[in-house]
């Protein structure tokens, strides 16, 4: 079974702040999506990283995929209260159509 | 982008009856669908996949006799909870995957659908 850790389970900021999200495996995925779910809706995709390395920006959110496809990192520079919300990696190995989902990191950004 | 639809969007039944909850891709055909189920505070929890003219493959620990998966076309596949009891109270999410441009796979996901059985 491939797991997906992530750290921290839960992060509450004050507005402002910077925060790193973590995504660990000891499996290589092809592929690694990032999402955020607001309660009650279903996950929406915030981006997909592919080759081992890369960078990807969104405005004030990094995402980094580890050089071996392993883990991926986010990051969020001066977090505002819309960014509350479940952050989920998750990831997709070979040529399988399942995705292995993280556990969830919980954040509060507090005005 | 690539919409995905549930329906209905929560429902509230009694203990012992059967629930049916539709997954729609509104903009594209996915030959696979994907169904999940999330406690609250929790990650997705996938419970099978359903492809289109086939049975479903289910994940260890689902009773397949319990949430029946119908995938009847290449827009639509539907979870049935069946003899509904309140610990199947949940959060469900369906996904429908399609190849992006970039040749890999890509799911899309449904708003969910929330299950209380009483």
């Known amino acids: 079974t491939q797991l997906l850790e992530q750290s921290p389970q839960f992060l509450s900021i004050q507005e402002g702040e910077n925060l790193t999200v973590y995504c660990n495996s000891s499996?290589?995925?092809?592929?690694l999506q990032w999402y955020r779910q607001e309660p009650g809706e279903g996950p929406v995709l915030l981006v997909t990283?592919?080759?081992?390395?890369e960078v990807k920006k969104l405005k004030r959110l990094t995402f980094q995929f580890g050089d071996a496809r392993k883990d991926s990192s986010l990051h969020i520079t001066a977090a505002q209260p819309g960014d509350t919300g479940l952050y989920l990696c998750?990831?997709?190995?070979?040529?399988?159509?399942?995705?292995?989902f993280g556990s969830g990191t919980q954040l509060t950004v507090l005005p | 982008g690539a919409v995905v639809s549930q329906h209905p969007s929560w429902v509230i039944c009694k203990s012992g009856t059967s629930v049916k909850i539709e997954c729609r891709s509104l903009?594209?055909?996915?030959?696979?669908m994907f169904w999940y189920r999330q406690f609250p505070k929790q990650s997705l929890m996938l419970m099978a996949t359903?492809?289109?003219?086939?049975?479903?493959?289910?994940e260890q620990g689902v009773e397949k006799d319990k949430f029946l998966i119908n995938h009847a076309s290449l827009t639509l596949s539907t979870l049935t909870v069946t003899s509904a009891h309140p610990e199947d109270s949940s959060f469900y999410i369906c996904?429908?995957?399609?190849?992006?441009?970039?040749?890999?796979?890509?799911?899309?996901f449904g708003p969910g659908t929330r299950l209380t059985v009483l």
């Open positions: 996904s429908a995957s399609t190849k992006t441009g970039l040749g890999y796979n890509e799911q899309f």
């Open positions: 499996s290589v995925f092809s592929s």
């Open positions: 990283v592919v080759t081992g390395g």
């Open positions: 998750a990831g997709l190995s070979g040529s399988a159509r399942q995705l292995t």
């Open positions: 903009d594209f055909q996915a030959t696979t």
């Open positions: 359903s492809n289109e003219g086939s049975k479903a493959t289910y």
